[in-house]
């Protein structure tokens, strides 16, 4: 991924494989949500704080391109570049790249929206703290 906003070094930690000896498919979801979150605390958003004040974001679209395991031991970087789809939708672009030679093992694209009270909500407190933080959201 080329200008990636965002970076995140993790290590799979054992209990995370199944009985192949792999990262069990799932726990790439774990990856990347934490990732997200880490990605806005950084910019200044605050997850807790949007949530008190009846503003949540939600996931409603995740689609994951498995291209090669992780294994027990592997120290990765989930990268990620923020985008947007229309008017309501936020574009997370996330790759997961084994550190060791930079291979990619996992390729994502989480949509989410706001929501205020259940209804949707523009995403401009979002788009103003990117801003501030210099990144320019582009259309995906």
């Known amino acids: 991924m080329k200008n990636h906003h965002f970076e995140l070094e993790m290590q799979v930690r054992d209990?995370?494989?199944?009985?192949?000896?792999?990262?069990?498919?799932?726990?790439?979801?774990?990856?990347?949500e934490h990732t997200r979150h880490k990605f806005l605390n950084h910019v200044g958003l605050d997850f807790a704080q949007l949530h008190e004040e009846g503003i949540d974001a939600v996931v409603i679209k995740a689609e994951l391109e498995y291209k090669f395991p992780l294994r027990p031991g592997d120290d990765f970087l989930v990268r990620l570049k923020i985008g947007k789809q229309g008017r309501l939708r936020i574009v997370f672009l996330q790759e997961v790249i084994r550190k060791s030679d930079e291979k990619l093992m996992v390729?994502?694209?989480?949509?989410?929206?706001?929501?205020?009270?259940?209804?949707?909500?523009?995403p401009e407190i979002l788009e103003s703290k990117f801003e501030e933080a210099g990144i320019a959201i582009e259309e995906v």
Request: aromatic share 8%.
């Open 15 to 32: 209990y995370e494989c199944d009985i192949q000896g792999i990262v069990n498919n799932a726990v790439y979801q774990n990856y990347l």
């Open 107 to 122: 390729k994502g694209r989480i949509t989410s929206v706001l929501t205020k009270n259940g209804r949707p909500l523009s």
